[in-house]
């Protein structure tokens, strides 16, 4: 198995689908700002103050929530491939690493 293809985190799907991008940590509502089109944004916890940055996603990742979370609710209509519970989120993940998330079977890989 490819380094890049190592399984570095798991998580609970709320919204299916695979996508491959940078990671951008968003810690507050400034972090929002950073967020592009293609990224995969990562968060700890739920905020409205976030939903602009899953606008502009291709994934989302959250350390704590559920399916009932803002945050992954938002995702989830707008079809965005979404984790929760992913375990240690915000230390095991930093600013443009490339990272895929497999939504449908719960694993990040990276």
Do not use: W
């Not at 992913?86 to 990040?108: H, P």
């Amino acid at each position: 198995m490819k380094e890049e293809n190592r399984i570095v985190a798991r998580g609970i799907s709320v919204s299916g689908g695979t996508v491959s991008g940078r990671v951008k940590v968003v810690k507050n509502s400034m972090d929002v700002n950073k967020v592009e089109e293609g990224d995969i944004m990562v968060v700890s916890q739920s905020s409205p103050a976030f939903a602009i940055g899953v606008m502009n996603s291709a994934g989302l990742i959250c350390q704590g929530g559920g399916v009932l979370t803002h945050i992954c609710i938002v995702a989830k209509e707008m079809g965005i491939p979404c984790m929760a519970r992913v375990e240690k989120a915000i230390e095991l993940f930093q600013d443009n690493m490339n990272i895929t998330l497999d939504a449908d079977q719960g694993v990040i890989y990276g």
